[in-house]
């Protein structure tokens, strides 16, 4: 009887498997990319613990002589420790402070209006800047700003304004804002498509009810659409202060610093990832760049755990 069972039920998952083939494909060839891209390399991180030279090659990673936490000692004996340290912070903790606000209220302000062509336009308008590279922006801010040949500068010297055009891409006081408001203009209106699928799961019935009862529309907002998108607010704000040391609002300060930063503003655009990826791949030194990678990813993980433990005591809701 229950061999028949067994027999029956594998029948029944052949069927399922059968008719899913598609679907199991594309999972199974995730998984494998995860696997060889994501989890394999993971055997570099050996390298933060050991004396390796590249000439060792890969089995070196293995073989090499273990130096214990000598490299992360090291650095935070490095004089540029604190400065990019310091400039990684600010830069995070600014990029989360205004860029976690913008999609929000941008989602709640798409809803709020009533003209659906309109409402289509806003939100194309609002996604693209999030597929244009840093390479491109940084392009469009070269040929706007710079001092030499920048259209806003030569407009101040032809118009008598100045005798010399603006520093804003090179002068380090300005690069700091810089980074906020181009990350801002980048991906509010991507970030803005998930509060706008969880206002679209509030149920109606509760905006009509509000009407009824006289409220107006700040007040179903505030009493109707942010309670209902608390969770997906949660989760959002979990994951950007994991990416904290990354840039906040799910990292992206590499590639942003990496085309904005220059020798001129560097005092202040040089962050840990940018001086880790130029110390292993300048210098050479895979070993100490590894180390500092390393320690910032244990410190997010550690923030990822913190954030959502107090989000749950607070507000009873959390990523797990």
């Keep these: 009887m229950l061999s028949e069972e067994k027999k029956l039920l594998k029948r029944k998952f052949l069927i399922k498997l059968k008719r899913q083939r598609m679907l199991q494909i594309f999972a199974w060839a995730g998984l494998v990319y995860i696997l060889i891209f994501n989890y394999a390399p993971m055997a570099g991180i050996l390298v933060a613990f050991k004396k390796f030279s590249i000439k060792d090659g890969f089995m070196g990673i293995f073989?090499?002589?273990?130096?214990?936490?000598?490299?992360?000692?090291?650095?935070?004996?490095?004089?540029?420790?604190?400065?990019?340290i310091k400039n990684t912070l600010i830069i995070s903790l600014l990029k989360i402070l205004a860029s976690?606000?913008?999609?929000?209220?941008?989602?709640?302000?798409?809803?709020?209006?009533?003209?659906?062509?309109?409402?289509?336009?806003?939100?194309?308008?609002?996604?693209l800047p999030y597929f244009i590279s840093w390479v491109i922006v940084a392009g469009i801010l070269t040929a706007f700003f710079s001092q030499s040949r920048g259209l806003v500068s030569e407009f101040i010297i032809k118009t008598g304004i100045s005798d010399k055009g603006v520093s804003f891409l090179t002068d380090p006081g300005s690069y700091y804002q810089l980074a906020v408001w181009t990350s801002i203009w980048k991906s509010t209106?991507?970030?803005?498509?998930?509060?706008?699928?969880?206002?679209?799961?509030?149920?109606?019935?509760?905006?009509?009810?509000?009407?009824?009862?006289?409220?107006?529309?700040?007040?179903?907002i505030w009493h109707i659409t942010l309670p209902g998108i608390l969770p997906a607010i949660v989760t959002v704000l979990i994951l950007s202060v994991g990416?904290?040391?990354?840039?906040?609002?799910?990292?992206?300060?590499?590639?942003?610093?990496?085309?904005?930063?220059?020798?001129?503003?560097?005092?202040?655009?040089?962050?840990i990832q940018t001086y880790a990826f130029k110390t292993g791949m300048v210098d050479l030194r895979f070993n100490y760049a590894t180390a500092i990678d390393l320690m910032q990813s244990i410190i997010s993980v550690i923030l990822i755990f913190a954030t959502n433990a107090v989000s749950k005591k607070i507000t009873e809701t959390g990523l797990f």
């Design 100 to 127: 976690f606000p913008a999609p929000i209220l941008l989602a709640i302000m798409i809803t709020e209006v009533k003209n659906r062509p309109f409402k289509k336009f806003v939100q194309a308008v609002s996604y």
């Design 243 to 271: 990416s904290f040391l990354g840039g906040g609002m799910m990292g992206g300060n590499f590639d942003q610093t990496m085309m904005l930063g220059n020798k001129l503003n560097a005092s202040a655009s040089e962050i």
């Design 189 to 220: 209106g991507w970030w803005s498509i998930i509060f706008l699928a969880a206002i679209s799961g509030i149920d109606p019935g509760l905006y009509e009810a509000a009407m009824v009862d006289g409220a107006g529309r700040l007040k179903r």
């Design 63 to 84: 073989t090499n002589e273990w130096v214990g936490l000598k490299y992360f000692i090291e650095f935070f004996n490095d004089y540029m420790c604190w400065p990019v």
